[in-house]
């Protein structure tokens, strides 16, 4: 069997009034991906959501599913389905009637018999596992607790596997994007930044706005000295280090980012940076905790707790981190951890 359902975005682009909501955009959606859109609010995540589901049109450009172009289709006559974050359902029917409801809009001739309308809702209960709940009435059920959620994420996973169907999920919680999608598109300012799997983008972020807003880093000014291969000589302070070069120049400036599990605590006559403890949090299977050095704020990652004001030894490996074009923190990022 082929799997279908792929998504091919090309130029497209959307502004509503003075904002630019989407800058011209291209992005192809694998068939039968689990693929998520992650960025901040007001980045374009649900505007483009849209396009595809035919609820915007775009002022430039084309949507096209399984290679057939649909930028001018109504949205029922897409292939897609979308489920929307603020659920629309009606408190005077019962689950079973709420999820009938789709199949008696429409033009008259369009509308399955009764019967068939049946056995469709009995399909769709069984899929989301609510056969036992089909006679109650919808409860509110507004903030989800973290157990919900994440039951609610491996059901979700559950239904991908099971219907073997692309899937275009919208969030700007990585956390869910990271665990639950074979492909993120990390989004900015209506722009793509990276697209790529889950551990490429932590690991390997693209650019600086990535770097920042995927998961927990240190940020330190450097001095580039030379470039090759991939990699980059950097001065931080009085020190080289070895960098992954995300594209810097040889005498430019840098900034390089090292996750909280690339640094490591040490004795102080074997650590490269010493400094003293900011805050410590407590993270379940880790500490976190921020420490002041002469290079800025660092965090890192320990098993004991440390005490705020506590003096600290760190080990920053040669071969750690990546090296960025030096840009200016815009004002959205203060607060994170920015040497
Ligand atoms: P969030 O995570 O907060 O939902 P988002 O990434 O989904 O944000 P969009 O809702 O796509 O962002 O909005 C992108 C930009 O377009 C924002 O500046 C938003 O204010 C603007 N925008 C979206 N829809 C409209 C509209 N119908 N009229 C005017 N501006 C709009």
Redesign the pocket.
Same mark, same amino acid.
């Given at each position: 069997m082929s799997t279908t359902g792929a998504v091919s975005i090309r130029g497209v682009s959307k502004r509503? /009034?003075s904002?630019l909501? @989407?800058q011209i955009l291209d992005l192809e959606i694998p068939p039968g991906s689990f693929f998520s859109l992650l /960025?901040?609010? /007001?980045? %374009?995540?649900?505007? @483009? @959501?849209?396009i595809v589901a035919g609820l915007e049109r775009p002022d430039t450009g084309t949507v096209s599913a399984d290679g057939h172009e649909i930028t001018g289709r109504p949205p029922e006559r897409r292939p897609f389905n979308m489920v929307f974050q603020n659920y629309a359902l009606f408190p005077h029917m019962t689950v079973a009637d709420n999820i009938g409801f789709g199949l008696t809009t429409g033009a008259r001739r369009e509308r399955p018999p009764d019967r068939e309308r049946r056995d469709r809702v009995a399909e769709m209960l069984r899929l989301v596992r609510l056969e036992s709940l089909s006679g109650r009435y919808p409860e509110p059920l507004s903030a989800l607790d973290r157990n919900v959620r994440f039951a609610l994420r491996e059901e979700l996973l559950r239904i991908h596997q099971e219907l073997a169907t692309t899937f275009l999920f919208?969030t700007?919680d990585q956390d869910e994007a990271l665990s639950i999608s074979q492909l993120v598109g990390v989004?900015n300012e %209506?722009r793509l930044e990276q697209v790529a799997d889950p551990q490429a983008i932590y690991r390997f972020p693209a650019t600086l706005f990535t770097a920042r807003f995927i998961g927990a880093g240190s940020f330190f000014t450097a001095d580039v000295r030379a470039c090759g291969d991939g990699r980059a000589d950097v001065d931080v302070g009085e020190r080289r280090f070895s960098a992954s070069d995300a594209g810097v120049a040889a005498g430019g400036k840098a900034q390089v980012m090292l996750r909280p599990e690339e640094l490591e605590t040490a004795p102080a006559d074997q650590a490269t940076l010493s400094g003293v403890v900011d805050t410590c949090s407590f993270f379940g299977a880790h500490f976190e905790i921020s420490v002041q050095t002469p290079l800025g704020p660092c965090r890192l990652h320990v098993r004991e707790p440390r005490a705020p004001g506590d003096s600290l030894g760190i080990r920053w490996p040669d071969r750690a981190g990546i090296a960025y074009p030096w840009e200016e923190t815009p004002s959205s990022m203060d607060g994170r951890t920015q040497g």
């Open positions: 509503f /009034g904002t909501a @989407l /960025g901040p609010s /007001g980045c %374009g995540k649900t505007t @483009l @959501l849209k919208v700007h989004m %209506g």
